[in-house]
């Protein structure tokens, strides 16, 4: 895996906020993929990169290196949280 790139405060402390509020979830990674509906459960380091531990609605666990994340948007608000690679995290409103 490539060298860790650490991601925004701002998109660090949307994720913290999801996770204290138990809020759910939709996801998008850098590769395409998407997740619907996952709460997040922790925020969790290992080998000197970040992660978001997720729980999926039937209980599977899955866990996404924070760097890897295109957008993330939450149940509440419907704020769309982007990534960027230039390290600053844009919020759009989706409603």
Do not use: F, N
């Not at 991601?7 to 996770?19: W, Y």
């Amino acid at each position: 895996m490539s060298e860790y790139l650490p991601i925004d405060c701002g998109l660090h402390s949307e994720l913290e906020l999801a996770i204290l509020h138990r809020l759910r979830l939709d996801i998008e990674t850098r590769d395409g993929e998407r997740l619907s509906a996952w709460r997040g459960e922790d925020l969790r380091v290992r080998d000197h990169a970040e992660y978001l531990c997720l729980r999926g609605k039937a209980g599977e666990r899955r866990e996404i290196r924070l760097d890897e994340l295109a957008w993330v948007r939450d149940s509440l608000s419907g704020r769309i949280v982007l990534s960027a690679s230039e390290g600053k995290a844009q919020v759009v409103d989706d409603s």
